[in-house]
């Protein structure tokens, strides 16, 4: 079952004095946070009065947090949000919900469970653990379809890998 509320990024430290925090994005853009009007915080929401990208972070003003000493308090917090609220283009899936997908080739041959995805500078990399660790570029040549509804990624292999 796939969960309502996601982890989307940590508060890494406060930015200013008037309250605003630095959110480190666990997104593929920081941009992706700034569409939320809500992040939830230890389960409870927390409405986002502003939310902009600064070199690759987010800066975020929360409602309640009017200083330095508040957004302080709030440093090493994880950043949710609601799934609801995310509406991500076609074909695309939220990693959260394919890590531990079974893993096929094109044939169907069963290569492993989708064990982590390694972000690299060209682009992520899956990380397929069966009977041996095979590491995938995550692009439309190698990567044929995730279906995070029935669990199960599919890849085509070339020699080498």
Known sequence: MKKRFLEAGQI???HGVRGEVRIQPWA??????TRFRLFYLDGAPVRVRS???????CVAALEGVDDVN??????GKVIFIDREDAHLPAGTVFLQD????KVVDESGAELGILEDVMSE???SVLVIRGQREIL?????AFVLKKDADAGVVTVRLIDGM
């Open 12 to 14: 890494v430290n406060t």
């Open 28 to 33: 593929d853009e920081a941009a992706f946070l």
């Open 51 to 57: 939310c902009r990208v600064h070199k690759e972070m």
């Open 70 to 75: 508040a957004a302080m308090a709030l440093k």
């Open 98 to 101: 394919i890590i531990g997908a």
């Open 121 to 123: 500078p060209a682009a």
């Open 136 to 140: 995938v570029p995550d692009v439309p």
